[in-house]
């Protein structure tokens, strides 16, 4: 799939890490380094714009490396970018560690996953069709 992109950062185009990545990497374009304190937030630009095609989002989620050893994560996760956007993306990222995290020019952040979608179209109904699991939710097939 080709999708076009401008970029405006000092970075090279977003990549797969292997041949079987399902998401790319993208990289904080910075002029200085972000502190985050813990449990601080930012906004961090990346220098990317995309034209997504209809029926595609692209999903911003967290990297497990950044997730398990240093508390970061990105905090609307999945963050969607819809095929209408044409500003910047940034990624809104959030230090869950109790230590201060400096974000750093050209560090990867996050990772996007480019999805196909549907939109619904609503039936509105009286009643549902029953199912085995009906209303259980919330664990409610236990713990093991």
Known sequence: MQIQIVNKSHHKLPQYATALSAGLDIR????????LKPLGRALVPTGLFIALPQGYEAQIRPRSGLAIKKGITVLNSPGTIDADYRGEIC??????SSDDFVIEDGERI???VIARHEQAVW??????????????GFGHTGVK
């Open 28 to 35: 904080a374009n910075l002029d200085s380094p972000i502190t």
């Open 91 to 96: 990624i809104i990222l959030v230090n869950l």
């Open 110 to 112: 996050c990772q996007m």
């Open 123 to 136: 039936e509105e109904v009286e009643v549902l069709d029953q199912t085995e699991r009906g209303e259980g």
